[in-house]
């Protein structure tokens, strides 16, 4: 079985036309994470207006298809929510809108999941506000326990 049929439809549309690709020029927040085991970087930029709700998001991701199908569709979930709602946006959240991934690419959605965060970790910490459930960024998703518990170690 090849490794292509693994993919659902909607990973290989957000992987072959991905959305929201570049910067924000003065982004609200902005936050790096990465995989140190595979070399993903995933960069996320929020424009968050006043009322705290999340205008447009961006990404640069240097990573394989999976890392950028997550990354895109990332930004699709947090665009026209608050902040508290773009802080509820899960790994699991990511995957469930694009279909599934292997269970080898899992890592991808977790990456996509931390960059939303230390993107709003950066938006608090630049505007002197708390938001409720955030915790500090890690820089490596190697670092989370969530992902040890999920590839069953």
Not at 7 to 26: A, C, L, Q, T, W
Not at 69 to 91: D, P, W
Request: net charge negative; proline share 3%.
């Amino acid at each position: 079985m090849s490794q292509v049929t693994e993919y659902s439809k909607k990973v290989m549309d957000h992987f072959s036309n991905p959305r929201n690709v570049g910067e924000i020029e003065e982004a609200a927040g902005v936050g790096t994470v990465g995989n140190a085991k595979c070399g993903d970087i995933m960069r996320m930029y929020l424009d968050i207006d006043e009322n705290q709700v999340v205008r447009d998001a961006k990404f640069k991701t240097f990573g394989c298809g999976a890392a950028i199908a997550t990354s895109s569709m990332a930004t699709e979930l947090v665009k026209g929510k608050t902040v508290q709602e773009a802080l509820e946006v899960t790994n699991k959240a990511v995957m469930e809108a694009l279909d599934g991934l292997p269970p080898v690419k899992v890592h991808c959605s977790l990456l996509a999941e931390q960059a939303i965060h230390a993107a709003l970790w950066d938006y608090a910490e630049k505007n002197g506000i708390k938001i409720e459930g955030l915790k500090p960024p890690v820089n490596d998703i190697d670092e989370t326990e969530e992902f040890y518990e999920m590839q069953g170690e």
